[in-house]
């Protein structure tokens, strides 16, 4: 079991819709998670974190974690065609691990006009 | 305050050669990761070096090394490159709080041939 697991999509929504991503997680201990969004050929841009249960809300953005269920997910509303982009789910926090971000294999977001 | 920087920006090596990649964090940040970004494997953590310590080290093999100055810039260096290695090199900064947010920088592709 890969320690973090995203749906690779690609997820296609029409502009304008929410689009759902989702992240769960292996590591009970975990303690902070993040969305980053990155674009192809480009590093990872931090959209969000979250770090205590229930739901962040930041402009478009959401972010909600579950930790009994070990579960993170990313909402983003009125989804815009510049929204189109590789969303990476990372984890934080594991046994020993300073600062070192576990990442899933992301999902590929396709906002269509 | 200026974001994380990393020279140079492409590298093309051949097979055997070493090479040596830089990162200079945001201004403050104390904390260095590195990661390396494939197609195949996504991002893998590499290490974290923090007050010139490694803190933390990923399952990679030992031609993988780094180091961090006083002045919180970091080194990573590959030796005796193999094909698997092009990669996109990326490096992270963060303050010095454990399980704080981290920040990429551009990155470094490394095409070896």
């Known amino acids: 079991q890969k320690e973090v697991e995203q749906n690779s999509g690609p997820l296609s929504v029409p502009e304008g819709a929410i689009a759902s991503l989702n992240c769960t997680y292996s590591?009970?201990?975990?303690?902070?998670f993040f969305w980053y969004r990155q674009y192809s050929g480009k590093s990872p841009e931090l959209i969000m974190f979250?770090?205590?249960?229930g739901d962040k809300e930041d402009g478009r953005f959401t972010a909600q974690l579950n930790k009994a269920s070990q579960y993170v997910s990313l909402l983003i509303r009125d989804s815009q065609p510049s929204d189109s982009a590789t969303y990476l789910c990372?984890?934080?926090?594991?046994?020993?691990?300073?600062?070192?971000?576990?990442f899933g294999a992301g999902t590929r977001l396709a906002v269509h006009p | 305050k200026a974001g994380v920087t990393q020279t140079p920006r492409y590298l093309i090596k051949t097979r055997g050669q070493q090479v040596t990649l830089s990162c200079s964090p945001i201004?403050?940040?104390?904390?260095v990761s590195w990661y390396q970004q494939t197609p195949g494997q996504g991002l893998q953590f590499l290490f974290e070096?923090?007050?010139?310590?490694?803190?933390n080290k990923g399952n990679f093999p030992g031609r993988f090394s780094g180091r961090q100055f006083s002045n919180s810039r970091s080194e990573m260096n590959v030796s005796t490159l193999e094909l698997g290695d092009s990669a996109l090199y990326l490096c992270?900064?963060?303050?010095?709080?454990?399980?704080?947010?981290?920040?990429f920088g551009p990155g470094t592709r490394l095409t070896v041939l």
């Open positions: 992270a900064s963060s303050l010095d709080r454990e399980l704080d947010t981290q920040y």
């Open positions: 590591d009970q201990g975990s303690q902070s």
């Open positions: 979250i770090y205590s249960n």
């Open positions: 990372a984890v934080n926090g594991f046994s020993g691990g300073y600062n070192k971000l576990i």
């Open positions: 201004s403050g940040h104390r904390s």
């Open positions: 070096y923090f007050s010139e310590t490694q803190r």
